[in-house]
């Protein structure tokens, strides 16, 4: 069983999928958990529905690529708490408005991308370190993707941040090592949530006959067919249990790793 009793974690991009079932399973370990999101209403209703089941919890809005803004929401959070034990950086997107339905990434698509997928994990993590450091304590969970692993030609833009995010977590956690503070990425698989919906609604988006005529979910579970070895979805809840993992006393000497969470999709 994991401890994170006394823990006060920060979640981004948690009104929504894999940041509001990371959230679910944190305070079900017992953190204290920050529901952040740009959608400051969706983070609210996240909140109150680990409220109702008992988790402790709060919900505040947080504009990942705000690097000001970030940086005064994490001082308010540490007036109030004391200190952010646990930071999750979860906060991602496809591309700007419409993306899906473009066959090449346009100009802001790459700058919506980058800025939210990879600056804003540099942002939120920049904002805690310093406390983090005084204590010489902290575990910071950035979810990069298997897009990290292998670049594709649908949506580069993606797999380019996601590279950039598995990168950036090596640099990081060396950079923090000397404070005992461990820096790792979760790579997620495959997850029916809003994102993925978009996602498999692009035009060129796994371009197989096999798919052709099919919904969306249909697709998707075509796709789990033919792609992962364990023939299985992954969900938001596996996504939480490795962070519950990484963010625990547990893995004090885990640091600078990107783990798949996949079914056996990606094996590097
Ligand atoms: N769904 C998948 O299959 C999958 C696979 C691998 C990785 N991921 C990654 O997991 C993370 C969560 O994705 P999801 O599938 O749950 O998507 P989602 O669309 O359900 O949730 C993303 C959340 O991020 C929030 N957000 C967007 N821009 C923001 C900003 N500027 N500041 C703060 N919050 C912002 C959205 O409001 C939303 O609540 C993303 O980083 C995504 O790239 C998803």
Same mark, same amino acid.
């Given at each position: ?80 708490? +004391?200190?952010? !034990?646990?930071?999750? =950086?979860? *906060?991602?997107? @496809?591309?700007? /408005?419409?993306?899906?339905?473009? #066959? $090449? ?95 498999? +609604?692009?035009? !060129?988006?796994?371009? =197989?006959? *096999?798919?052709? @005529?099919?919904? /969306?979910?249909?697709?998707?579970? #075509? $796709? ?45």
């Amino acid at each position: 069983m994991i401890d994170l009793s006394n823990k006060n974690a920060l979640v981004t991009g948690a009104a929504s999928g894999i940041g509001k079932g990371i959230s679910k399973v944190l305070a079900e370990q017992g953190a204290n958990v920050v529901l952040s999101d740009i959608d400051p209403n969706g983070a609210r209703l996240a909140s109150e529905e680990i409220s109702g089941s008992g988790g402790k919890s709060q919900s505040v809005h947080l504009d990942v690529t705000n690097r000001a803004s970030a940086q005064s929401v994490v001082l308010d959070l540490l007036d109030q708490l +004391g200190q952010i !034990d646990i930071v999750v =950086n979860n *906060a991602g997107v @496809g591309g700007a /408005g419409g993306w899906w339905e473009r #066959k $090449v990434p346009s100009e802001d698509d790459w700058d919506a991308v980058l800025a939210i997928n990879l600056r804003g994990v540099v942002n939120i993590s920049q904002a805690v370190e310093d406390g983090m450091k005084e204590r010489r304590q902290g575990k910071i969970v950035n979810i990069a993707s298997i897009a990290s692993r292998q670049g594709g030609p649908s949506i580069p833009h993606y797999n380019a941040s996601k590279a950039g995010v598995v990168s950036w977590t090596q640099s990081h956690a060396l950079q923090l090592a000397p404070y005992q503070i461990n820096v790792n990425a979760i790579c997620p698989g495959l997850l029916w949530t809003p994102l993925f919906e978009q996602l498999i +609604g692009r035009p !060129d988006f796994y371009d =197989n006959q *096999a798919l052709e @005529g099919l919904t /969306g979910r249909e697709r998707f579970e #075509k $796709v789990i067919e033919l792609g992962i070895p364990m023939q299985k979805e992954q969900t938001p809840e596996d996504i939480g249990k490795l962070t519950a993992f990484l963010a625990s006393d547990d893995a004090h000497n885990i640091t600078g790793q990107a783990i798949n969470v996949d079914g056996g999709r990606r094996m590097n």
